[in-house]
C-alpha cells in the first residue's frame, strides 16, 4: 500500500475563506488540490508539509489532519497499485504561490468556484467537509 496525501490550502481574511487551487497540465489536465505521495522515511504529516512546499512555494506551520481519507488503485507500469491517501488542511496568510513544473497556474477562488473546478470527487468531499466543520468553528473563535 502506498502513502499518499491531499491537502487543502486556505487563506483567511476576516470571515471570508480562499482556497489555492491548481492547474495540472501534462499526462492529465484539470484542477486539483495539493496532492502526492509520502517518502519510505516519512509519515503523512511530513509528507504533507513537504508537497506543499515543494507544489507551490508555501512554508506551511499550521497543517490539521482531516478526519476523512479514502483509497484508490492505480496503474504503475504494469502493476496495479494500492494507494491510501491521507487529508490535512493547511493554513497560511501567504497570497504568491511559486509553482512546481507539476502545474501551470493557480487560483485563490472562493467554495462555490473550488467546487465547480475540482475535478476530483473526493476533493470535493474534503473541500465540502472543511466548510461544514471547520469554517464554523473558525468563525465562532
Known sequence: M???ICCLIYRKTGYNFKFLILHKNNWWNGWE????EARM??????AALREVNEETGLNIA??????FNYSYDYLKGLNKVSAEVSCFA???DDENVTLSNE???????????????LD???????????NREIIPQSIIS
Open 62 to 67: 499550521d497543517v490539521r489532519i482531516m478526519p
Open 103 to 117: 502545474h501551470n497556474y493557480y487560483k485563490w477562488v472562493d467554495y462555490d468556484e473550488a467546487i465547480k473546478l
Open 90 to 92: 493547511a493554513k497560511t
Open 41 to 46: 522515511e516519512e509519515n503523512v504529516k511530513d
Open 33 to 36: 488540490l495539493v496532492r502526492g
Open 120 to 130: 476530483y470527487e473526493e476533493q470535493k468531499k474534503l473541500l465540502e467537509l472543511f
Open 2 to 4: 502506498v502513502k499518499k
